[in-house]
Nanobody, 125 residues
C-alpha cells in the first residue's frame, strides 16, 4: 500500500501561483511513477502531469504545458506540482496518484494504483 496526502491548494487570483505537494508513505516511493490529475465539477477527471520514478521523464497536458512543472524528491518521498500563470479554468480538485506501469507515463487514470484524497484549487478572475 502507498498512502498519498496532498497539500498546498487554496484560493488564488488569476495569474498567480501555487505549489502543490504530495507526500507518500508505505512502499518504496522510488518504485512508482507519479501523476497529477484534476477534476472540476461536472467534468471527468483529467490528466495534468506525470513523472517517472527518477524524475528523468515528464509529461504534461497541453492545457498546462509551459505553466505547470512537476518534480519529485525521492529522499523526501514527495512529488510537487508548481502551477504558474493560473487561470480560472484551472479551478478543480487536484489529485496525486502513483503508478507502477512500466511503459511510459500513463495518462489513463485507470492505470494508476494509488490515489490521494485531493486538494481544492480555486482561481478567481
Amino acid at each position: 500500500q502507498v498512502q498519498l496526502i496532498e497539500s498546498g491548494g487554496g484560493l488564488v487570483q488569476a495569474g498567480g501561483s501555487l505549489r502543490l505537494s504530495c507526500a507518500a508513505s508505505g512502499r518504496t516511493f522510488s518504485n512508482y511513477g507519479m501523476g497529477w490529475f484534476r477534476q472540476a465539477p461536472g467534468k471527468e477527471r483529467e490528466f495534468v502531469a506525470g513523472i517517472n520514478w527518477n524524475g528523468g521523464n515528464t509529461d504534461y497536458a497541453d492545457s498546462v504545458k509551459g505553466r505547470f512543472t512537476i518534480s519529485r524528491d525521492n529522499a523526501k518521498n514527495t512529488v510537487y506540482l508548481q502551477m504558474n500563470s493560473l487561470k480560472p479554468e484551472d479551478t478543480a480538485v487536484y489529485y496525486c496518484a502513483a503508478y507502477s506501469f512500466r511503459l511510459g507515463i500513463p495518462r489513463d487514470f485507470n492505470l494508476y494504483d494509488y490515489w490521494g484524497q485531493g486538494t481544492q484549487v480555486t482561481v478567481s478572475s
